[in-house]
């Protein structure tokens, strides 16, 4: 029988032929990571034996204090949420892992939980490994339709909500302020878990930073999920969870049963890059290179796609969401030709949970020059017009 996570293979179809250009895969660009930093920070640890070691040795599975502290100290502050302990952070394998984990914790097989239409491909995958039933709520260009939140939850009782508040994967949209005060007010009015997942947010490159959903949080029924690999480095695998001291206690269980603890080196350099203030020098640099792929992206959409195309621009993050005029092919039919176009890209039926989708495709354009970002729209749109009825 053919599985979820087979149909997303095929719909991702990441390709290994190398003259084919990958826009399906979410990758950070090459200039974002700090490989000089990390060179640095590796030859530091490494040379004293105390800090070698320490990297090299088992340590507490919720994370190494360091970094914990970093994050507390220099990340949430940037979220609206100050005075954050160490105690209510917990590091993870990767922004992936907080989701595993918090379904560890808290879904049974059968269980429901609420999802943004459409959602990102491979949370829902997590949740179905979970045997968790997917529904998802409609939104707007402001994120969840509350009333529509209102009617989804009376219908279904779910276990869980699950949002990405900023330049969403893969709509783009980012959640307005009151939205994120009303989910907040809605989570801890229905004393429902709310999964905050957040790891786009520090690369807005047009509006207004907004505080999270987690500031807003009075009860604790909020846990804010965010990822070092597009702040950082991907390879590393790195992100966290905060949440109550409570949540944490149960989530450290899981982490525990599962792998241990992630890999001190990484968490060590993490902190330190952290601590050092490296971040916050390099985070401008960042937002001002995605900046400039995503004009080169929007332009080229424009101009080699058909007319009627649609696609909104996001404030920051790394795709585009074309959804495409009647008359074109279904995407992911489209995508089935791409050795012939030599473009992959996600088709978007692979975001949806009700069948929606096919004349949607998300783009991915962080890590190409403006030149392969141009040359493979044109080769993409010139396709699909091709093929219009
Ligand atoms: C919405 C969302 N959550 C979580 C992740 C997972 O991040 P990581 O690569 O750190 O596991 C991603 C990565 O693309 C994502 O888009």
Redesign the pocket.
Known sequence: MENFASVVRKLFQATTAPDVLNFAT?SPANASIPLEEIRELSRDILEQDASGYRALQYNDPQGLIDLREAVAEKLLPRRGISGAKPSQVMIT???????TLSCHVFIDPGDVILIEEPS?T??IETFKLFEANCVSVECDDNGMLMDDLAAKFDQYKPKMIYV?PSF??PAGRTTSLERRKALAEFANARDVILLE????VELRYHGEDLPSIKSFDKNGNVIF?N????IFS?GM???YLFADEEIISHVYDAKTATNSHVAVYNQMLAAEYLKRGMFENRIGFIRDLYKHKADVAAASIVKYFPEGSHFVRPEGGLFFWVRLPEGCMDTTEILEHKDEFKVSFVAGAGFFVNGKGHDCMRLSFGNFSDEQIDAGMHRLGDYIKATRE
């Open positions: 979410g394998q990767g922004g992936m892992e907080t989701l990102f491979q949370a990405i969403q994967n997942d957040d790891p786009y999920c990822s070092f690999s597009k991907p695998r790195l992100g």
